[in-house]
């Protein structure tokens, strides 16, 4: 499953961006998908994931309450909605699907994923 992460850009504290994610060549529908983000100089890091059919969530916790992950399996997307973004937000997003159908915050068990994009959150 080759994954492409879409909708980043700049944007200044306070504000909101959606991210999406799509699976083109192959659905990912039966696959718990998660966001993860890769600041500059730091090691990749979990942010949100949801299991296959959008039933559970989770968020690392910097991130609860200001971003949304969501899934519709009809258009075989996955989305992160970003509000009261903060400069520390800014990190390269990549979406990726996982080899289980539940959400999973370790990133040892996702084996698809997308090339990544920009966030940049100016204060």
């Known amino acids: 499953v080759q994954l492409q992460a879409s909708g980043g850009g700049s944007v200044q504290a306070g504000g909101s961006l959606r991210l999406s994610c799509a699976a083109p060549?192959?659905?990912?529908?039966?696959?718990?998908v998660g966001w993860f983000r890769q600041a500059p100089g730091k090691e990749r890091e979990f942010v949100a994931g949801?299991?296959?059919?959008?039933?559970?969530?989770t968020y690392e916790d910097s991130v609860k309450g200001r971003f949304t992950i969501s899934r519709d399996n009809n258009k075989n997307m996955v989305y992160l909605q970003m509000n009261s973004l903060k400069s520390e937000d800014t990190a390269v997003y990549y979406c990726?699907?996982?080899?289980?159908?539940?959400?999973?915050?370790?990133?040892?068990?996702?084996?698809?994923w997308g090339q990544g994009t920009l966030v940049t959150v100016s204060s």
């Open positions: 990726a699907a996982a080899r289980t159908a539940a959400m999973t915050t370790q990133k040892a068990l996702y084996n698809y």
């Open positions: 949801i299991s296959w059919n959008g039933g559970s969530t």
């Open positions: 060549r192959r659905t990912f529908t039966n696959n718990g």
